[in-house]
Structures are given as structure tokens and as C-alpha cells.
């Protein structure tokens, strides 16, 4: 046998102490509750429940019925043990009445699933369910027929199920595939029932074997027990603890035949919607003729029929002394002034078991009639929910509400300032970057303008340098040319001393042509030395 | 001379000069408290006998400050000082020399004011707003009581963070009253327990609640021949208060009357308020109840009569008290949130009155 880890075997423990609920339970809400009930998580649970007191109080929304089903889905799920402990019915109550007047939940589901929650913990959910159908409040919604079916089936009024089921179908209440499929799987219960209840017990016959606690046969003096122990036992199984599974209800349709009006119209149909039914039901007005009207106790004698009493019963006298009273007024209704439970208090004495309440009573609007008195204050704030609060607590959730808004405001605020600031400093280092990006664009600018300038300048510096340099050349050239000319002029002044016979000008052509053929051929450069290679050619040439 | 004298006769423009045109604010010509709270006041309260001559008013005020007035025989009242607190403040009470003022608040904290350096040091903290707080002057310990909504009760030293003593309570706190060697707490859930105060705070006992519908305020009163605390007077919220003897000789001795209750207008339903303070007179130990009718009554429990009702104010009525010789009666006119943030009428403005009350407030001759 292995230990269940911790939660686990906490519910385990503890199952027979919870409510089970048809669409279940959460598991995590589930071990929550069932944690020791002063532990952490117990003042947790308290102090959510205070959270959701004040929440019904202070909210201030369009849509007050979500802060009432929160809490009522919050507490089915907290409070295990249903009935009581966590005030769900009150819970219910109060939701109900206040929303009754609300045309826009009349058709809300989480309006209807309150109703429905609220005919789970009646004695008597049909009332509910009529009432429902009669002010049209739910009339839309699948969730409304299947509760009202499924609480019939239960009673073994398949007829009427069937017909509220069809009745859903006909008015296309939402979701409608789901209501069909429901309506399926209820025919498919309805026949298989129909059909066990016709052939009783075969399938016993297939699977029969040992049960426990069961007596076994005996035979013989000894009293022996057979080793065909299931079939000996089957035949004592009746005393035993019954291991079939069967409805209450099947066995029931066997005992007795049920009465069939067959001039009653077909049951199936429902009573018009009047819409009259104004005033609540109170059950001691639907359920008028099987309630015994109270008379005065120590009058009241037994209705007997003298031919009815039995000899021995009577010890031996064949007429009663007693005369019997036949009720003058039975019209005659005096009504015992009936205590209503104290709302929102378990102070007094708890409430006596069995005690048949009124299922709609404190759902039903209270009338105010004119001799009673007024509260002058806003009695159903302050009696909102399960609990009290005072004036001050009603002020004071106001006040932190507004503090806490004050709070959230100025940290937007700062929020937002930060932001700002952020925003600036960033619109800042964007606008100094952009300032940076054009100062550079601007050094770029100068800098290639720098480049030009210089590129132009030292153009210039070049072409002047060149100017300069070609009127040197050209100035030493002429220079050059003069002294060849006048060193040539010399020669030729000195030949033309010897040769004047000869053909002056073209000899004088001849010598001048030579001298620049000498400068080239020696690339003289024009520099500083060109005096003296001058000088040098000069002399060489002399 | 002295206004608040033996007689009642006196004329309020021989104080202030000019009488107020507007009447309702004022609707029993009473001494205005000068420079009264901007918001809402919870409580008012007198310093005790111990200085004859001289005579403090303070005040707790929604607007989150606590003020203090000196009430000067001749009925003018001089703003001498105040503190604020983070939040609202809910109660007040004085310590028994005098000197000191303590201050319970929504911000969760309580606080002794020394009135000499006028400096103002938290001493108490609790999980929720505190609605309470008292002295407590015994023979071998003093200490302050707060009550709060974190439904809790402690007692403190007033030099330590620590709590002397923590008691659970069933429900939130919604009114206590301290007279040594009792005190009473009424919460939530018509909760009711009597503590004594004897050497060490310790449940005396719970009472099943005498009343319908909320505990709204409660008031210890003495014993007229042994001067012992013998009783409470308790408001609800449902225009009822409930004189409860601790020990009762007989079973009648208990009972409840109605107050704050009007003939209303249409066809001739009752209207019913809450009874949101009741003080007890010093001398006389007749009661005063104000409510949120906008109205005080005094009322005379030995001999179950009533001995005034005030006309109608404007406002209702938050908070009254008695000074320690019996001859003034405070009370304050502000919203009380009865009819919750939709019938809180920023226009109307809270005020404190003083009234000359002596002889109002002597018991009922007819029957004695």
C-alpha cells in the first residue's frame, strides 16, 4: 500500500464531507479548503471573502451581477460542505432579489446559472423552475431545460422531462447542438430503463457472482455450505446489502400501477406562458390542498368513522364515547405569525433541521407596507452579501479605492514626466546628434573646400611656378640665345676676318644651329649651374 | 462672565455679535466652534477635570487631521494646535493628566500627541484601519486599547512597537468604550464582550446582543451610589439603544428603547436613523444620543423618559461628548455616510457646536 502524495490522500480523507457538484470542482480549490481550517490558507480564503464583501459594496460599474456571480461561483467552490457553512442559499437570496427587477439579466446566463444553483439547494426545485418559465427567465438558454429535465428525471417523470427537453428544443435555446445531444443521451436513459424495467434481471443472470455480506445457503443437518457459493448465496441476496445500482425510480414504476387520465390533454404540453404569476410562489399556495391548516390544538379530534374502527382498537366498546367534530369553518385560515430568519446573522440559534421554508421566500420582493417602518440609511449596502459593514468601512474602502487611484494617478504621472524627460533627453541627443552630423557635414564641406582651395591654389602656385619657370627658361634661353649670338657673332666677325670670301649668312645660320644642337644634347638644366655648363659649353664650343 | 453658568438663558449674539441668517446649519443656536474640520468629523472629545480652569477640545476629522481648541468659559473657543495623520481619523481619546492625546486612524496606525511638545509619535499598528482607541489607567499598568477591523484588540505600552497584549476578537471592531476597571467591545456580526481590566486585560464574558441590527456605538455608564461602571448604554444602526446592566438584579432591569426616529413624509411611514453616538453626563448620569437624523436627545434611563430632542440640523449628527463638570455638551454636524457617496452633499459643511447643558440634562423629576 503506497502513500498518496500529500493532497491527494487529504481528500481521500475527507470525501464524504464534500458536496459534489455537477460540473465539479476544482482540484486546487478543492485542497485549498480542505486544509485545516486555521492554517494560512484558511485567513487567505477569509480574507478573500472580505475582498468579494467589499467589492459587492463598492463597485460602481455597469455590471454588478459579475462581482455577485464571482463571489457565488468563488464561495460553491470554497465551502465544500455546501448547506450553511458557506452561506450559499443567502448568497443566492439576496443576488436573485436584487437583480429581479433587471430586464437586462433576465436572459443573462450567469443570472440563470444563479437561479439554477439556487433550485440545487431548494427542497423543492420544481417551484423554481415553473417560476423561472412562468416569468420567462431563462427561456433562452439550454442550461435552464437541462436542469429542469435532469431534477425530473430524477423524480421519475420522464413524460415531463422529455416534453421540457423538447420544449428547449422548439425555442432554440442556446447551445442548441448540446441541448439536442443532452436530449439524446436522455431518451437513449429513458428507453434503457423502459427496457430493464420490462425484462427484470437479465443481465443479473450473466454476471452473477459472490458478493460480501451476503448469507450463503446452508444445507444438511451440520449446516454445510455448498462449494457453489454464488448461486447459494444469490438466493439470500435479498437481506444483504444490495450491490444493484438501480434507481430508485425503476422499482418504483413496478409497485404500482400509475393512474392515466386519458381524457387529460397530452401531458407533454406546458401550461401557457401567462406571465401572471407576479407575486412569487409561496409553496403554501401552490401546494394549498395538501397542507393541513392549523386549528386550535386542543380541540382538535381525529375524523372518525364509527363503522371504520376496529373492535379491539376501541377496547371493546362498539360506539366511540366522543362526538365527533366536524370543522363549521374550514375557510377559516389564521395563519401563526411565522419569524424570518434574521439576514446576514448566525447569531441566534440555528436554524431547526426539517423545518420546511419557503423555497422562494426571501427571493420575494419585499412589499413595503405602509405602517412599517423605514431604515433611512443604505440598508443594503450595509447588508450586502453574507456579512456587515459599517458606515465608516463602506467610507474608508472608498477612500483607499480613491487613494489607491491617487497613488496609481501620481505614478502615471511620474510615469508619464519620466517619459517626457526621457522623451526630451532623447529629442535632445537626437537634435545633438543631428547638430553633430552637420557639423561634420560642415568639416566635410570645409575639408573638401580646404582640398579645393589648395588644389587651386597649388594650381596656381604651379602655373605660376611654370609661368615663372618658362619666362626664366625663355629669359635664359634669350640670354643664352644672345650670348650664342653674340659668341657667334664673334666667331664669325673672327672668320669672316679669314674666309670673307665665303658665304657669310649660311655659315652664320650653320654655327647658330649648332649651338642649340649642343644644349639639347646636353640637357643642360636651367639652374644654378647653367651659368657655368653655359659658361662650360660656351667654352667648349669655343 | 461665565456662559456655560448655571442658567440656559443665555444669547448666542452677545457672544458673536450678529446671529447666523441661515438657521438650519445651526438649528439650536449654539456656540459655533471656530475653524471646525473640512471634512467630516468622527469624534469630539474633552479633556478630563484634571485642570479646572482650563478646558481642551479635540477633534477627529475625515480630512485626516486631529485638532485641538481651548474652550474658554465665556464659550469662545482659540484653535490651539493640530496633527494630521495619513488618513482618516476614526477616534480620539484623551489620557488621564491630560497631557496627552491619542489618535486612531484608517492609515492603520495609532498615535500619542504630546499637547506640551506638540509632537506626535506612532505607538500602535495593526493590519487594517483602527476604529478605537482608549486609555487605560489602572493602579499597577496603563496602557492604550485600540480595536481595529483586522479584528483584533492590543494593548500597548506606549515606548514599544510591540503590543503588550493581542486579543482575537470574533468579528471587526466596530465601537468600545473604556470606564477601569471594564471595558465593552461591540463588532461586526452583533458581537458584544465585556472585558475587566483588573491587573490584566481579560474577557469578563459575552453577551448575546440585545439588539437587531448593528452595533453602532456603545457607552459605559456608573453605578449613581457606588460610582462603579455597572452598564452600558449600546446604539444600532436601526434606530434603537439597548441599557444593559453587566450584573442586573432583575431581568427588567434590561432594556431597549427606540430614538432617531421621525414620522415620514408619505403616508405616514417611519423613518428610522442610526444612532451614530452616545455620552453619558458626568454629574447627572443621564445620556445624550445624536444621529444621523440631525438631531440629540437626552434621555433619563433610570426613569425611561426623554428629556429633550433638539430640532433638526442640516447634517447629521457624527459625535457628541460632555466635559468633565457637566455643563457643556459638544457635538458635531457632518455626513456620516449613512446613505452612502450618494448622499454625501459637498455644500454642506461640518461644524461643532457648544451648548450650555446643566440643567437640561438633570434628572426627570416625575418619578424617583
Same mark, same amino acid.
Given at each position: 500500500?503506497?502513500?498518496?502524495?500529500?493532497?491527494?490522500?487529504?481528500?481521500?480523507?475527507?470525501?464524504?464531507?464534500?458536496?459534489?457538484? &455537477?460540473?465539479?470542482?476544482?482540484?486546487?480549490?478543492?485542497?485549498?479548503? /480542505?486544509?485545516?481550517?486555521?492554517?494560512?490558507?484558511?485567513?487567505?480564503?477569509?480574507?478573500?471573502?472580505?475582498?468579494?464583501?467589499?467589492?459587492? &459594496?463598492?463597485?460602481?460599474?455597469?455590471?454588478?451581477?459579475?462581482?455577485?456571480?464571482?463571489?457565488?461561483?468563488?464561495?460553491?467552490?470554497?465551502?465544500?460542505?455546501?448547506?450553511?457553512?458557506?452561506?450559499?442559499?443567502?448568497?443566492?437570496?439576496?443576488?436573485?432579489?436584487?437583480?429581479?427587477?433587471?430586464?437586462?439579466?433576465?436572459?443573462?446566463?450567469?443570472?440563470?446559472?444563479? $437561479?439554477?444553483?439556487?433550485?440545487?439547494?431548494?427542497?423543492?426545485?420544481?417551484?423554481?423552475?415553473?417560476?423561472?418559465?412562468?416569468?420567462?427567465?431563462?427561456?433562452?438558454?439550454?442550461?435552464?431545460?437541462?436542469?429542469?429535465? $435532469?431534477?425530473?428525471?430524477?423524480?421519475?417523470?420522464?413524460?415531463?422531462?422529455?416534453?421540457?427537453?423538447?420544449?428547449?428544443?422548439?425555442?432554440?435555446?442556446?447551445?442548441?447542438?448540446?441541448?439536442?445531444?443532452?436530449?439524446?443521451?436522455?431518451?437513449? &436513459?429513458?428507453?434503457?430503463?423502459?427496457?430493464?424495467?420490462?425484462?427484470?434481471?437479465?443481465?443479473?443472470?450473466?454476471?452473477?457472482?459472490?458478493?460480501?455480506?451476503?448469507?450463503?445457503?446452508?444445507?444438511?443437518?451440520?449446516?454445510?455450505?455448498?462449494?457453489?457459493?454464488?448461486?447459494?448465496?444469490?438466493?439470500?441476496?435479498?437481506?444483504?446489502?444490495?450491490?444493484?445500482?438501480?434507481?430508485?425510480?425503476?422499482?418504483?414504476?413496478?409497485?404500482?400501477?400509475?393512474?392515466?387520465?386519458?381524457?387529460?390533454?397530452?401531458?407533454?404540453?406546458?401550461?401557457?406562458?401567462?406571465?401572471?404569476?407576479?407575486?412569487?410562489?409561496?409553496?403554501?399556495?401552490?401546494?394549498?390542498?395538501?397542507?393541513?391548516?392549523?386549528?386550535? $390544538?386542543?380541540?382538535?379530534?381525529?375524523?372518525?368513522?364509527?363503522?371504520?374502527?376496529?373492535?379491539?382498537?376501541?377496547?371493546?366498546?362498539?360506539?366511540?364515547?366522543?362526538?365527533?367534530?366536524?370543522?363549521?369553518?374550514?375557510?377559516?385560515?389564521?395563519?401563526?405569525?411565522?419569524?424570518?430568519?434574521?439576514?446576514?446573522?448566525?447569531? /441566534?440559534?440555528?436554524?431547526?433541521?426539517?423545518?420546511?421554508?419557503?423555497?422562494?421566500?426571501?427571493?420575494?420582493?419585499?412589499?413595503?407596507?405602509?405602517?412599517?417602518?423605514?431604515?433611512?440609511?443604505?440598508?443594503?449596502?450595509?447588508?450586502?452579501?453574507?456579512?456587515?459593514?459599517?458606515?465608516?468601512? /463602506?467610507?474608508?474602502?472608498?477612500?483607499?479605492?480613491?487613494?489607491?487611484?491617487?497613488?496609481?494617478?501620481?505614478?502615471?504621472?511620474?510615469?508619464?514626466?519620466?517619459?517626457?524627460?526621457?522623451?526630451?533627453?532623447?529629442?535632445?541627443?537626437?537634435?545633438?546628434?543631428?547638430?553633430?552630423?552637420?557639423? &561634420?557635414?560642415?568639416?566635410?564641406?570645409?575639408?573638401?573646400?580646404?582640398?579645393?582651395?589648395?588644389?587651386?591654389?597649388?594650381?596656381?602656385?604651379?602655373?605660376?611656378?611654370?609661368?615663372?619657370?618658362?619666362?626664366?627658361?625663355?629669359?635664359?634661353?634669350?640670354?643664352?640665345?644672345?650670348?650664342?649670338?653674340?659668341?657667334?657673332?664673334?666667331?664669325?666677325?673672327?672668320?669672316?676676318?679669314?674666309?670673307?670670301?665665303?658665304?657669310?649668312?649660311?655659315?652664320?645660320?650653320?654655327?647658330?644651329?649648332?649651338?642649340?644642337?649642343?644644349?639639347?644634347?646636353?640637357?643642360?638644366?636651367?639652374?644654378?649651374?647653367?651659368?657655368?655648363?653655359?659658361?662650360?659649353?660656351?667654352?667648349?664650343?669655343? | 462672565?461665565?456662559?456655560?453658568?448655571?442658567?440656559?438663558?443665555?444669547?448666542?449674539?452677545?457672544?458673536?455679535?450678529?446671529?447666523?441668517?441661515?438657521?438650519?446649519?445651526?438649528?439650536?443656536?449654539?456656540?459655533?466652534?471656530?475653524?471646525?474640520?473640512?471634512?467630516?468629523?468622527?469624534?469630539?472629545?474633552?479633556?478630563?477635570? !484634571?485642570?479646572?480652569?482650563?478646558?481642551?477640545?479635540?477633534?477627529?476629522?475625515?480630512?485626516?487631521?486631529?485638532?485641538?481648541?481651548?474652550?474658554?468659559?465665556?464659550?469662545?473657543?482659540?484653535?490651539?494646535?493640530?496633527?494630521?495623520?495619513?488618513?482618516?481619523?476614526? %477616534?480620539?481619546?484623551?489620557?488621564?493628566?491630560?497631557?496627552?492625546?491619542?489618535?486612531?486612524?484608517?492609515?492603520? !496606525?495609532?498615535?500619542?500627541?504630546?499637547?506640551?511638545?506638540?509632537?506626535?509619535?506612532?505607538?500602535?499598528?495593526?493590519?487594517?484601519?483602527?476604529?478605537?482607541?482608549?486609555?487605560?489607567?489602572?493602579?499597577?499598568?496603563?496602557?492604550?486599547?485600540?480595536?481595529?477591523?483586522?479584528?483584533?484588540?492590543?494593548?500597548?505600552?506606549? =515606548?514599544?512597537?510591540?503590543?503588550?497584549?493581542?486579543?482575537?476578537?470574533?468579528?471587526?471592531?466596530?465601537?468600545?468604550?473604556? =470606564?477601569?476597571?471594564?471595558?465593552?467591545?461591540?463588532?461586526?456580526? =452583533?458581537? +458584544?464582550?465585556?472585558?475587566?481590566?483588573?491587573?490584566?486585560?481579560?474577557?469578563?464574558? #459575552?453577551?448575546?446582543?440585545? +439588539?437587531?441590527?448593528?452595533?453602532?456605538?456603545?457607552?459605559?455608564?456608573?453605578?449613581?451610589? !457606588?460610582?462603579?461602571?455597572?452598564?452600558?448604554?449600546? @446604539?444600532?444602526?436601526?434606530?434603537?439603544?439597548?441599557?444593559?446592566?453587566?450584573?442586573? !438584579?432583575?431581568?427588567?432591569?434590561?432594556?431597549?428603547?427606540?430614538?432617531? =426616529?421621525?414620522?415620514?413624509?408619505?403616508?405616514?411611514?417611519?423613518?428610522?436613523?442610526?444612532?451614530? %453616538?452616545?455620552?453619558?453626563?458626568?454629574?447627572?448620569?443621564?445620556?445624550?444620543?445624536? @444621529?444621523? %437624523?440631525? #438631531?440629540?436627545?437626552?434621555?433619563?434611563?433610570?426613569? #425611561?423618559?426623554?428629556?429633550?430632542?433638539?430640532?433638526?440640523?442640516? +447634517?447629521?449628527?457624527?459625535?457628541?461628548?460632555?466635559?468633565?463638570?457637566?455643563?457643556?455638551?459638544?457635538?458635531?454636524?457632518?455626513?456620516?455616510?449613512?446613505?452612502?457617496?450618494?448622499?454625501?452633499?459637498?455644500?454642506?459643511?461640518?461644524?461643532?457646536?457648544? #451648548?450650555?447643558?446643566? %440643567?437640561?440634562?438633570?434628572?426627570?423629576?416625575?418619578?424617583?
Amino acid at each position: 500500500m503506497s502513500e498518496a502524495p500529500g493532497s491527494a490522500s487529504e481528500w481521500e480523507l475527507s470525501k464524504e464531507n464534500i458536496q459534489p457538484l &455537477r460540473q465539479g470542482r476544482k482540484f486546487a480549490s478543492l485542497s485549498a479548503a /480542505l486544509k485545516p481550517h486555521d492554517g494560512d490558507e484558511w485567513s487567505k480564503i477569509k480574507e478573500e471573502k472580505q475582498l468579494f464583501e467589499e467589492e459587492l &459594496r463598492t463597485y460602481s460599474g455597469d455590471d454588478p451581477l459579475d462581482v455577485w456571480h464571482r463571489y457565488i461561483v468563488w464561495t460553491e467552490q470554497t465551502y465544500l460542505k455546501g448547506g450553511k457553512d458557506g452561506s450559499l442559499s443567502v448568497l443566492l437570496e439576496k443576488c436573485l432579489a436584487q437583480f429581479q427587477k433587471v430586464e437586462k439579466y433576465k436572459n443573462d446566463e450567469r443570472y440563470i446559472d444563479c $437561479w439554477i444553483k439556487y433550485a440545487n439547494c431548494c427542497i423543492e426545485p420544481q417551484t423554481i423552475f415553473v417560476f423561472m418559465y412562468d416569468q420567462n427567465i431563462g427561456s433562452q438558454w439550454a442550461c435552464f431545460y437541462e436542469s429542469w429535465a $435532469w431534477h425530473l428525471e430524477q423524480l421519475g417523470n420522464f413524460q415531463r422531462a422529455n416534453s421540457i427537453l423538447q420544449e428547449g428544443i422548439s425555442r432554440e435555446a442556446q447551445p442548441l447542438e448540446r441541448l439536442k445531444r443532452n436530449y439524446g443521451e436522455f431518451q437513449m &436513459r429513458v428507453a434503457r430503463v423502459m427496457v430493464s424495467s420490462e425484462v427484470p434481471d437479465t443481465s443479473e443472470e450473466v454476471e452473477v457472482q459472490r458478493s460480501a455480506l451476503g448469507h450463503l445457503k446452508t444445507t444438511g443437518k451440520r449446516s454445510h455450505v455448498s462449494s457453489d457459493r454464488v448461486n447459494s448465496l444469490k438466493a439470500a441476496s435479498q437481506g444483504g446489502l444490495g450491490t444493484k445500482g438501480k434507481p430508485l425510480h425503476q422499482q418504483r414504476g413496478q409497485m404500482f400501477q400509475v393512474f392515466n387520465d386519458e381524457n387529460q390533454a397530452p401531458v407533454h404540453s406546458l401550461p401557457p406562458q401567462t406571465g401572471e404569476w407576479q407575486s412569487l410562489p409561496q409553496r403554501s399556495v401552490i401546494n394549498k390542498e395538501n397542507d393541513q391548516k392549523p386549528g386550535a $390544538w386542543t380541540k382538535a379530534r381525529v375524523p372518525q368513522k364509527s363503522g371504520v374502527v376496529p373492535f379491539h382498537a376501541v377496547g371493546g366498546q362498539s360506539q366511540p364515547t366522543f362526538s365527533v367534530l366536524e370543522e363549521d369553518n374550514p375557510d377559516l385560515h389564521i395563519f401563526t405569525p411565522r419569524k424570518v430568519g434574521d439576514i446576514g446573522s448566525q447569531v /441566534l440559534s440555528a436554524r431547526k433541521p426539517g423545518k420546511q421554508m419557503d423555497p422562494l421566500l426571501h427571493v420575494r420582493m419585499a412589499v413595503p407596507s405602509n405602517s412599517e417602518p423605514q431604515p433611512m440609511y443604505c440598508k443594503e449596502k450595509i447588508y450586502a452579501g453574507t456579512g456587515e459593514f459599517s458606515f465608516e468601512e /463602506l467610507r474608508a474602502a472608498r477612500w483607499r479605492k480613491k487613494m489607491e487611484m491617487q497613488v496609481l494617478e501620481t505614478e502615471q504621472k511620474e510615469m508619464k514626466r519620466l517619459r517626457e524627460e526621457l522623451e526630451q533627453q532623447k529629442k535632445m541627443i537626437s537634435e545633438q546628434s543631428e547638430m553633430i552630423k552637420r557639423q &561634420r557635414e560642415q568639416l566635410q564641406l570645409d575639408h573638401e573646400k580646404m582640398i579645393l582651395e589648395y588644389q587651386q591654389q597649388s594650381q596656381i602656385r604651379q602655373i605660376e611656378l611654370d609661368r615663372k619657370n618658362n619666362s626664366q627658361i625663355q629669359q635664359q634661353q634669350e640670354v643664352l640665345e644672345r650670348s650664342i649670338d653674340s659668341h657667334l657673332q664673334q666667331q664669325i666677325n673672327s672668320q669672316t676676318s679669314f674666309q670673307v670670301m665665303q658665304d657669310t649668312p649660311s655659315s652664320n645660320l650653320n654655327s647658330r644651329y649648332y649651338a642649340v644642337c649642343v644644349r639639347i644634347t646636353y640637357c643642360i638644366p636651367f639652374d644654378s649651374t647653367q651659368k657655368g655648363l653655359s659658361n662650360g659649353t660656351i667654352n667648349r664650343l669655343k | 462672565m461665565s456662559i456655560f453658568g448655571g442658567s440656559n438663558s443665555f444669547n448666542q449674539s452677545s457672544v458673536f455679535g450678529a446671529t447666523a441668517t441661515n438657521t438650519k446649519y445651526n438649528a439650536m443656536s449654539d456656540i459655533e466652534v471656530a475653524s471646525p474640520p473640512d471634512d467630516s468629523v468622527s469624534c469630539v472629545k474633552f479633556s478630563p477635570g !484634571t485642570l479646572p480652569s482650563l478646558t481642551f477640545l479635540v477633534a477627529g476629522s475625515w480630512d485626516h487631521n486631529v485638532r485641538c481648541w481651548e474652550v474658554q468659559q465665556s464659550g469662545q473657543t482659540i484653535p490651539k494646535a493640530q496633527q494630521t495623520h495619513q488618513g482618516p481619523v476614526l %477616534d480620539v481619546d484623551w489620557s488621564d493628566d491630560g497631557t496627552k492625546v491619542f489618535t486612531a486612524s484608517c492609515d492603520k !496606525t495609532a498615535k500619542m500627541w504630546d499637547l506640551n511638545s506638540n509632537q506626535a509619535i506612532q505607538i500602535a499598528q495593526h493590519d487594517a484601519p483602527i476604529k478605537t482607541v482608549h486609555w487605560i489607567k489602572a493602579p499597577n499598568y496603563s496602557c492604550v486599547m485600540t480595536g481595529s477591523w483586522d479584528k483584533t484588540l492590543k494593548f500597548w505600552d506606549t =515606548r514599544s512597537s510591540n503590543p503588550i497584549l493581542s486579543i482575537q476578537l470574533p468579528e471587526r471592531c466596530y465601537c468600545a468604550d473604556v =470606564r477601569y476597571p471594564m471595558a465593552v467591545v461591540g463588532t461586526a456580526g =452583533r458581537g +458584544l464582550i465585556i472585558y475587566q481590566l483588573e491587573n490584566q486585560p481579560q474577557e469578563f464574558k #459575552r453577551i448575546e446582543s440585545p +439588539l437587531k441590527y448593528q452595533h453602532r456605538c456603545v457607552s459605559i455608564f456608573h453605578d449613581k451610589k !457606588t460610582n462603579a461602571p455597572t452598564g452600558f448604554a449600546l @446604539g444600532s444602526i436601526e434606530g434603537r439603544v439597548a441599557i444593559h446592566y453587566v450584573n442586573p !438584579t432583575s431581568p427588567k432591569d434590561n432594556f431597549t428603547f427606540k430614538c432617531h =426616529r421621525a414620522n415620514g413624509t408619505t403616508n405616514g411611514m417611519q423613518d428610522i436613523f442610526a444612532v451614530n %453616538d452616545i455620552s453619558f453626563h458626568p454629574a447627572h448620569g443621564t445620556l445624550s444620543t445624536v @444621529g444621523s %437624523d440631525g #438631531r440629540f436627545s437626552f434621555w433619563d434611563k433610570d426613569a #425611561r423618559t426623554k428629556l429633550k430632542t433638539s430640532e433638526q440640523f442640516d +447634517l447629521p449628527l457624527t459625535s457628541c461628548n460632555f466635559n468633565a463638570q457637566g455643563n457643556i455638551f459638544a457635538y458635531a454636524t457632518s455626513y456620516d455616510w449613512s446613505k452612502g457617496h450618494e448622499g454625501f452633499d459637498t455644500n454642506l459643511k461640518p461644524h461643532i457646536f457648544l #451648548r450650555s447643558c446643566f %440643567d437640561e440634562l438633570k434628572p426627570s423629576m416625575k418619578k424617583s
